[in-house]
């Protein structure tokens, strides 16, 4: 397996503009993540999905914040309209899990956003 | 819901001493414990994990240890180079009514040559 993959890896906007990140989770796991991640706040978990239904999105900033996850193997973020204090680098991972255990979690390489 | 501190936030180190990392934890019922480690510009990659049936975890150089009691768990590096220079996370899991890894805030350890 390629591992989890996101796209676009760089992104630069300008504010007011629509931000469209993706995902790929690996194949036959059965949980998806979305963290942000800057140097103030460290890594936040924005949302997560377990079998395609997403359970906690109270870590998602504001309504401006909108993630879907169609089918099992994709999944998107989607910041509209973008402000610069959304810059910042977006990691998707991916887990195979149950109630009462997890496995390892997989992050992608990152999607590194730039709101000018 | 679960929350994880991590200490300290920086750690500097002479190449081929220990470091160590420590985290509290606050729910009860986490059972996993996996360690990250975060190279400058890439992604987290899990080094370490232990999970709550046991108190100690080693591999090569790296160890955890978990002390379900006290809530903490720590990881130790012993013999550091540097190439373990990076971002380390800590981080607890609870499959009770909320399955999802918390993290800590990270460590940034710098090994000197």
């Known amino acids: 397996d390629a591992g989890v993959i996101q796209s676009p890896r760089h992104e630069v906007t300008e504010m007011g503009q629509e931000v469209t990140l993706r995902c790929k989770p690996i194949s036959g796991h059965n949980s998806l993540f979305w963290y942000r991640q800057t140097m103030m706040r460290g890594l936040e978990l924005l949302i997560y999905?377990?079998?395609?239904?997403?359970?906690?999105d109270s870590g998602m900033p504001e309504d401006r914040f909108s993630a879907k996850m169609p089918n099992a193997s994709f999944s998107t973020l989607k910041i509209q309209p973008s402000e610069p204090r959304d810059s910042a680098v977006y990691f998707c991972?991916?887990?195979?899990?149950?109630?009462?255990?997890?496995?390892?979690?997989?992050f992608g390489e990152g999607s590194r956003l730039t709101v000018l | 819901g679960e929350n994880v501190e991590q200490h300290p936030s920086t750690l500097s180190v002479q190449e081929g001493d220990s470091a160590v990392i420590k985290c509290t934890y606050s729910?009860?019922?986490?059972?996993?414990f996996p360690w990250y480690k975060q190279e400058l510009g890439k992604r987290p990659q899990l080094i370490i994990d232990?999970?709550?049936?046991?108190g100690e975890k080693k591999d090569q150089r790296i160890a955890v240890t978990l002390n379900k009691t006290a809530k903490h768990f720590s990881l130790h590096i012993t013999e550091t180079q540097p190439e373990d220079s990076a971002v380390y996370f800590c981080?607890?899991?609870?499959?009770?009514?909320?399955?999802?890894?918390?993290f800590g805030k990270g460590t940034k350890l710098s090994v000197i040559p």
């Open positions: 232990i999970r709550s049936n046991v």
């Open positions: 999905f377990n079998n395609n239904v997403p359970i906690d």
């Open positions: 991972a991916s887990t195979l899990q149950n109630r009462e255990n997890t496995g390892e979690l997989f």
């Open positions: 729910d009860s019922a986490s059972n996993y």
């Open positions: 981080a607890a899991y609870s499959g009770a009514g909320s399955y999802q890894l918390t």
